[in-house]
Structure formats: C-alpha cells, structure tokens
C-alpha cells in the first residue's frame, strides 16, 4: 500500500513505505550517499508510521515502536519526532 506523503525528500534523501503491521506502513528516509564505517551499505532512519486503519500518522519511539499521533503538518520532511520547547526555545522554532 503507498500512502501519500505530506512531505517532499529533501535533496540527497528519498523515502521508502515498508509494511510494519497489517494496518501500519513504516516510512523510511534514505540519505542517498554512503559512508565508510559500514561498508557502503545504505543508511536509513525510521521517519514515522501511518495507520491506514484510522487515517494517522505516528511519531516513533523507535524503529520497532509506534508512538504518540502525531499532526503532519506539525513534523518535519527529516522526522515526526515532536520538538520539546520551552518557551523561549518555541520562539525562535
């Protein structure tokens, strides 16, 4: 299943969709380039998840854990981690 992306990679990254559970596709972000310490294999991070059951997009824990919903207009096109401001911080985000 694809599932609309409300972000576009950033230049030198793309995105990949794997299913994760029978109703969640984990999202991916690939940087397109390679690096020594592994052997040139390539490099991803986990970007968030979509439960296309309920129609949300989660924040991860971590690679193997889905965390809080999220609002896709409030995550970037690098994660759905939520930035935790204090309010001097919230200023300047």
Same mark, same amino acid.
């Given at each position: 299943m694809s599932v609309k !992306? %409300?972000?576009?990679? %950033? $230049?030198? !990254?793309?995105?990949?969709? $794997? %299913?994760f559970k029978r109703n969640i596709t984990a999202i991916w972000i690939h940087y397109d380039r390679q690096f020594d310490y592994n052997n040139g294999k390539p490099v991803r991070?986990?970007?968030g998840f979509y439960n296309s059951k309920t129609k949300q997009w989660h924040a991860p824990v971590n690679s193997t854990t889905v965390g809080d919903v999220v609002d896709p207009m409030r995550t970037t096109a690098y994660s759905s981690m939520q930035l935790k401001l204090n309010p001097l911080m919230s200023c300047f985000a």
């Open positions: !992306f %409300p972000h576009k990679a %950033p $230049t030198g !990254f793309h995105y990949e969709q $794997t %299913p991070c986990i970007w």
